[in-house]
C-alpha cells in the first residue's frame, strides 16, 4: 500500500501537561481511519499538526509530497472578506476558478461574459465538475452565493468549509469532527458521500453512526500507547472489551506470581549469586506489571432527581411567530412523568424556541404553558457556557455549591465532586482556558446535573464529548427518574434514549412520532416511496368537453410507431432498473456516482416521453 501520512513518536504538551507522547501510526492510500481518545488527549492538536498549523515538541511527521491534503478543522479559518462562492471554490485548481467566475457572472447578470465563459468551460470539459460543485452545495444547504462569509453563523462558516474540501477533491481528508453544525439528512448525505468515495480519510468524530459506516480502522490512543483495530467501530467495542479482558487476566496472573516471589525476596539469604540477582531483578519487573491499572473511567451518575409531582408540564394551543416566520401554530401537549422526548427537524424550524417557551426565557405569543410547582429545570444550551478564561475548575463548581447534595443523606465536597466527573485533584486546579473544548463541555455538563433537576433539557448535548463520556451520558438518561428533552444530530445518542419524537415539520407544524429517530427515517423513506409511487400513476388529465370529439384514426407511421412503443418502453424500464442496481455499489467513485446519476435521469426522462406518447396514441383508433 502507498504510504500517505507516517507518524513517528511525536510528542506535544500544554505547559506542564502532555497531552500525547511517544506516539506513532502511518495511513495509506485508501484507508478510511478515525481517532478516538478521551477529551483533552489532543485529538485536535494531533490533527493540526499533521496539517501544519502547530509545531510538536519532539517527533517527526511525514507527508508524501505527491499527496494533495484537504483539512477541516473544528474553528475553520476563512478569509471573512470574501463572498460564500469565492470562499467554496478558492483553491489552485483553474476548473474551480472557472466555475467561480462562470456563477459571478450569472448573479451579475453578465451576458457576454457568461457566452465567453461557456465557451471556455466547454473547451476545458468543466460542466462535470460544476454539477458536481452545485451538489454539494445543494445538499449542504447553502444557496446564498454572494453572502459575504463574515455574515455567516459559525455553523455556516463550518459547512462552507467543507464544501470548499469537497469540491477540490483532495487525495486525502483530514477531518475534526466533520458532523457538527450538520442536520441530521445532511449528515445521512455526507456519510454516503464519503462511503463511496475513493478518498482516503483521517478524521475525529463522536458520531458513532457516522464512524460505523463510514471508517474501516479505528486508531485509539490511550495511555500514551496506539491500538490499531481493523474495522468498524462495532467491531472496535468487541475487540476493545477483549484487549481489556486480556490484559486484565494478565495482570491478576503477575499478581499472583509476585506473591510467590515476594515470599521468596522475604525468606532469601542476604548473600545473593547470579541467579539469586536475576531473580530480584525479575521480581521487580514483573512488580511493575502487576500493580498496573486498567483505567476504565466511568460516571456511575447515580445521583437522585428532585420528587415529580403529578402535574408536570401543560402546554395549551401555544403560538410564536418572528415577523413572517411561523414557529410554533396551535400546538397543545401535556407532557408525563418519566418520558424522554427527541426533537427534529431543519435548522431554523424553532427547535431551541420550544425549549426557551418552556423554561420562560421566550414568551408566547399566545397559549398558555401552565408548570408544574415541583418541575425543577436542568437546562444545557448551546451557549450556556460563560465561564471566565482565568477561572479554575473547581472554583466553578464552589460558586454553585461548597457542598453537593446526592440525596439519601450522601453529600459530597466540590473536590469529591470533580473527581466523580473525571477530573482528578491535580486537573481540579487547572485554568479554564487550558480545557480541550470537550473538557469545558463536560464541566458545563457536571453544573447542569449537579442541581439534581427533575425535567432535563440538553441541547446539543453531545457536541464536543468524546465517545468516552457520551456513553456515560446515555446510561444516565436510560436511568434518569425525570423527564428528558434531547435536541441532537447524534442518532446513535437519540436511538439509545428518546421514546418518542417531536418532528418540526416547518410552518408551525409539530409531529408527534411514536419512536426513535430510526423508526422515524425508515417510515419517513416509506412515505417518500409511496408519494413517488403515486405521482408516478397519477395522469394530468386535460378537461373532458361536453361532447367527447370522435377519436381520429392513427396514420401508418403513428400505427408502427404505436406497435413499436410498448417494446420501448420495457427496454427503458429495465435499463433504470439496472441503473439503479449500480448506484447502490458503495465501490463506485465519486464521478461513476455521477455519471449514473445523470444517465438515470436521461433514462427516466425518455421513459416518461414514451409512455405519455403511447398514452396520446392510445386514444386514437
Known amino acids: 500500500m502507498i504510504p500517505y501520512i507516517e507518524i513517528e513518536n511525536v510528542t506535544k504538551r500544554w505547559g506542564e501537561q502532555i497531552l500525547f507522547e511517544n506516539i506513532s501510526f502511518n495511513i495509506a492510500k485508501g484507508q478510511k481511519v478515525a481517532i478516538i481518545a478521551k477529551n483533552g488527549a489532543g485529538k485536535s492538536t494531533l490533527l493540526n499538526a499533521i496539517a501544519r498549523k502547530t509545531d510538536l515538541d519532539d517527533g517527526v511527521i511525514n507527508i508524501n509530497k505527491d499527496v494533495k491534503v484537504g483539512y477541516l478543522s473544528q474553528v475553520p479559518e476563512l478569509n471573512e472578506n470574501l463572498t460564500v462562492i469565492e470562499q467554496a471554490t478558492a483553491s489552485d485548481n483553474p476548473i474551480a476558478a472557472l466555475i467561480r467566475n462562470y456563477e459571478m457572472a450569472i448573479s451579475s447578470n453578465n451576458t457576454a461574459e457568461m457566452e465567453a465563459l461557456m465557451e471556455e468551460m466547454n473547451l476545458k470539459n468543466a460542466w462535470d465538475f460544476e454539477l458536481r460543485f452545485k451538489q454539494i452545495l445543494s445538499e449542504l444547504?447553502?444557496?446564498?452565493?454572494?453572502?459575504?462569509?463574515?455574515?455567516?453563523?459559525g455553523g455556516q462558516q463550518k459547512r462552507v468549509a467543507l464544501a470548499q474540501i469537497l469540491i477540490n477533491e483532495p487525495d486525502m481528508l483530514i477531518l475534526d469532527e466533520p458532523t457538527n453544525h450538520l442536520d441530521l439528512k445532511m449528515i445521512e448525505w455526507l456519510e454516503i458521500y464519503l462511503t463511496k468515495t475513493n478518498c482516503t480519510l483521517l478524521m475525529v468524530t463522536h458520531d458513532r453512526y457516522f464512524l460505523d459506516r463510514v471508517c474501516n480502522e479505528i486508531i485509539e490512543i490511550e495511555d500514551n500507547t496506539t491500538y490499531r483495530y481493523k474495522g468498524n467501530y462495532s467491531y472496535y467495542l468487541q475487540k476493545r472489551d477483549e484487549r481489556i479482558a486480556i490484559k486484565t487476566a494478565e495482570i491478576e496472573k503477575a499478581k499472583n506470581l509476585y506473591k510467590t516471589e515476594l515470599d521468596w525476596l522475604r525468606r532469601m539469604p542476604k548473600a545473593r549469586g547470579h541467579k539469586a540477582k536475576y531473580r530480584v531483578d525479575a521480581a521487580h519487573e514483573l512488580k511493575k506489571k502487576a500493580t498496573q491499572t486498567i483505567k476504565e473511567d466511568k460516571l456511575d451518575l447515580q445521583f437522585e432527581s428532585s420528587r415529580l409531582g403529578n402535574k408536570i408540564i401543560e402546554v395549551s394551543h401555544l403560538e410564536k411567530a418572528f415577523d413572517d416566520i411561523i414557529i410554533l401554530k396551535d400546538f397543545s401537549y401535556k407532557f408525563a412523568k418519566f418520558e424522554k422526548i427527541g426533537i427534529v427537524g431543519k435548522n431554523g424550524t424553532g427547535k431551541s424556541t420550544l425549549l426557551n417557551m418552556l423554561t420562560g426565557q421566550i414568551p408566547a405569543d399566545s397559549g398558555e404553558i401552565e408548570v408544574g410547582q415541583t418541575i425543577k429545570f436542568g437546562y444545557y444550551t448551546q451557549t450556556g457556557m460563560n465561564f471566565k478564561e482565568e477561572d479554575r475548575v473547581i472554583d466553578i463548581i464552589k460558586e454553585i455549591a461548597e457542598v453537593i447534595d446526592l440525596g439519601n443523606g450522601r453529600k459530597w465536597t466540590a473536590s469529591q465532586f470533580l473527581t466523580y466527573f473525571l477530573f482528578p485533584p491535580e486537573t481540579q486546579y487547572t485554568y479554564v482556558r487550558k480545557l480541550s473544548g470537550g473538557e469545558k463541555r463536560r464541566l458545563y455538563l457536571c453544573t447542569v446535573l449537579m442541581q439534581n433537576p427533575n425535567f432535563l433539557i440538553l441541547d446539543e448535548p453531545t457536541n464536543d464529548l468524546d465517545i468516552m463520556t457520551l456513553n456515560v451520558l446515555e446510561q444516565y438518561l436510560s436511568e434518569f427518574?425525570?423527564?428528558?428533552?434531547?435536541?441532537?444530530?447524534?442518532?446513535?445518542?437519540?436511538?439509545?434514549?428518546?421514546?418518542?419524537?417531536?418532528?418540526?415539520?416547518?410552518?408551525?407544524?409539530?409531529?408527534?412520532?411514536p419512536g426513535n429517530y430510526t423508526h422515524f427515517r425508515q417510515w419517513e423513506k416509506e412515505q417518500e416511496k409511496e408519494k413517488k409511487a403515486i405521482e408516478k400513476k397519477t395522469i394530468v388529465k386535460e378537461e373532458v368537453p361536453v361532447e367527447k370529439p370522435k377519436k381520429v384514426k392513427r396514420s401508418y407511421h403513428e400505427q408502427k410507431e404505436f406497435d413499436k412503443l410498448p417494446k420501448e418502453i420495457e427496454k427503458l424500464e429495465v435499463e433504470k432498473k439496472e441503473i439503479e442496481e449500480k448506484l447502490n455499489d458503495p465501490s463506485l467513485s465519486s464521478d461513476q456516482m455521477i455519471e449514473l446519476s445523470q444517465k438515470h435521469a436521461e433514462v427516466t426522462d425518455t421513459l416518461d416521453e414514451k409512455e405519455l406518447r403511447w398514452l396520446e396514441l392510445s386514444e386514437k383508433q
Do not use: A
Not at 444547504?141 to 453563523?153: A, T
Not at 425525570?482 to 418540526?504: A, E, N, Q, T
Open 141 to 153: 444547504k447553502i444557496n446564498n452565493f454572494n453572502q459575504k462569509v463574515s455574515q455567516l453563523s
Open 481 to 513: 427518574q425525570g423527564c428528558v428533552i434531547v435536541v441532537s444530530h447524534d442518532r446513535y445518542f437519540m436511538d439509545k434514549i428518546v421514546d418518542h419524537l417531536f418532528v418540526f415539520e416547518g410552518e408551525g407544524q409539530i409531529k408527534d412520532f
